[in-house]
């Protein structure tokens, strides 16, 4: 007992002595007295840094403060012009973008429509929505250096929502020469023509990312509002610092050190919303919903009968319990496009909202043929939003009959290794857990993670053609209620196959100091334009 309290000690004095040197590392930089800096703790450390090679979010969030879009959204839900205007053909088949004047890449080259068909085409090959898209298309071209002409096959109603889509993967403008990398390896270099550039010198994966004011980023004139509008940038420099331990941001940010901090711990709100120095709200008021993927390559989730024993031992209290523990704050919704929404449906949900299909899982696990292969989970310990799901799915599996390997990583790995379609030997995977913002998974064209595209589609790689037709059917029907039944005919082909699971939704809290104001809302934060800081 005494041998096991002195070990522990020096293991806890050992980890504040790291996190100390860490955030006077993070935090030292050589930034001129007079310069106004912005420093961050964002919710997950920054290594992929090609917005299209990865629909994770920090990654997106990158691509904000480095990059720039076409069009945008605005907070009510309309699609605006960003880099381009527009004009769309009496016949709807012809779209043509008109950029606007003083658009520059960070290299001082001028941005033409070559360069944006090619970054539209990479963009295509792997997003959800852009593929869909693609689909209708018959031609797109830069008919002259400041015009892009996109032609369809016939009338399709979501090509403006498509490429002015506010979350992951976004249609991020590059310069051609970038842009023509394929969309499965990452760019060489970060040259957007967005409102920050990227300090490549100072990146320092686990420890910081930099970022400086673009001057020569001509914003529009129109008030920033969500993705949209101006991104006036009012800061000098933005520092996104490494702070996996919880605590020791919270510390950060109550002490002054840091003046921003994404994710806050739930259990810590208490006291964080009783600092008269910070600020605590939701950003993303329409919160995220959670879930669980399975990898339909490998057994033995590439059996529908495996695959459905797994998902009726889940249930949506005990990882929103485990996850969030605030009502205030969580959500039951077996709902694959998030309830409250039109397409909000109950369908094939039931075990999963009311937590009672153990019993049945056990018996459908010994029937399957499961022959006790190892479940291999993920499991990233340094985001809070991303801790408890597979320790508690890992325990309801084990509850079951399924034999679990748990292992423990960083979420980075985590986004990293669900790319491979190895073996489990040979570096793969048979699940893991992530989380969307609503935005991204409200209709069946922009829920990447309900396609059925096999190992063109997102990671699991789940083919299912029934499913691609209905959303093809979906994109051409003339009217919300023939809509709200091929959503509720997709979500129950879903929940049969077991293309996901939705483990809930959920809001998440940010803090920030109040010497910052013009902090935005949406449905993609946290944006740094529009941000002041006062001394």
């Known amino acids: 007992m005494i041998h096991f309290t002195r070990r522990r000690h020096r293991t806890l004095v050992s980890k504040l002595a790291l996190s100390v040197v860490a955030l006077s590392t993070a935090l030292a930089s050589p930034v001129l007295a007079a310069d106004k800096t912005i420093t961050a703790v964002m919710h997950s450390d920054l290594r992929i840094i090609d917005p299209i090679f990865t629909t994770a979010y920090i990654t997106r969030d990158h691509g904000y403060m480095v990059y720039d ?275 909000a449906t109950d369908v094939g949900s039931e075990t999963l909202v009311k937590g009672n299909g153990m019993a049945e899982a056990k018996k459908a696990l010994a029937e399957s043929g499961y022959d006790g292969t190892p479940i291999v989970i993920m499991a990233p310990g340094d985001v809070v939003t991303l801790k408890a799901q597979p320790i508690v799915a890992a325990q309801q599996l084990r509850e079951a009959g399924f034999k679990v390997d748990l292992q423990a990583t960083d979420w980075q790995t985590v986004v990293s290794r669900r790319a491979s379609q190895k073996p489990v030997k040979e570096g793969g995977w048979n699940m893991f857990f992530t989380n969307w913002v609503a935005a991204d998974v409200s209709n069946p064209i922009a829920n990447l993670s309900i396609g059925g595209l096999g190992k063109k589609g997102w990671f699991g790689w789940a083919e299912n053609a029934k499913i691609e037709q209905l959303k093809d059917a979906f994109v051409r029907a003339a009217s919300l209620d023939e809509q709200k039944k091929i959503a509720a005919d997709i979500q129950k082909e879903a929940y049969e196959q077991v293309i996901y699971v939705p483990l809930g939704q959920y809001l998440l809290p940010s803090g920030w100091r109040k010497s910052l104001s013009g902090v935005l809302d949406g449905p993609a934060t946290p944006l740094f334009w529009n941000v002041d800081k006062s001394e």
């Open 69 to 343: 879009t076409l069009v945008s959204t605005d907070s009510s839900f309309k699609i605006q012009p960003q880099m381009a205007d527009w004009k769309i053909s009496d016949d709807k088949l012809t779209y043509t973008f008109t950029l606007r004047d003083g658009l520059k890449w960070h290299d001082g080259a001028p941005v033409t429509a070559e360069d944006c068909v090619a970054s539209l085409k990479r963009w295509a090959a792997v997003d959800g929505m852009g593929q869909k898209l693609m689909d209708f298309t018959a031609s797109i071209e830069a008919t002259d250096p400041k015009t892009i002409t996109l032609k369809l096959k016939e009338p399709y109603g979501l090509v403006l929502d498509s490429i002015g889509k506010p979350s992951s993967r976004v249609a991020f403008m590059m310069p051609k020469r970038i842009a023509e990398t394929p969309a499965d390896k990452q760019i060489p270099e970060q040259i957007g023509s967005g409102p920050f550039k990227f300090v490549q010198g100072e990146f320092q994966p686990g420890v910081k990312a930099v970022y400086v004011k673009n001057t020569d980023y001509v914003p529009r004139k129109e008030p920033a509002s969500w993705t949209a509008g101006g991104k006036v940038v009012k800061v000098d420099r933005v520092e996104w610092i490494t702070m996996p331990d919880s605590q020791t941001a919270v510390n950060a940010l109550q002490s002054g050190d840091i003046d921003f901090m994404e994710s806050l711990p739930y259990d810590m709100l208490p006291v964080l919303e009783a600092n008269k120095e910070l600020t605590i709200e939701v950003s993303n008021k329409f919160g995220y919903q959670t879930l669980g993927r399975m990898n339909f390559l490998l057994p033995p989730f590439d059996n529908v009968k495996v695959r459905r024993a797994a998902l009726l031992a889940m249930n949506q209290k005990d990882v929103l319990d485990a996850l969030v523990g605030n009502p205030k704050y969580q959500k039951i919704c077996g709902a694959f496009f998030v309830c409250d929404t039109p397409l």
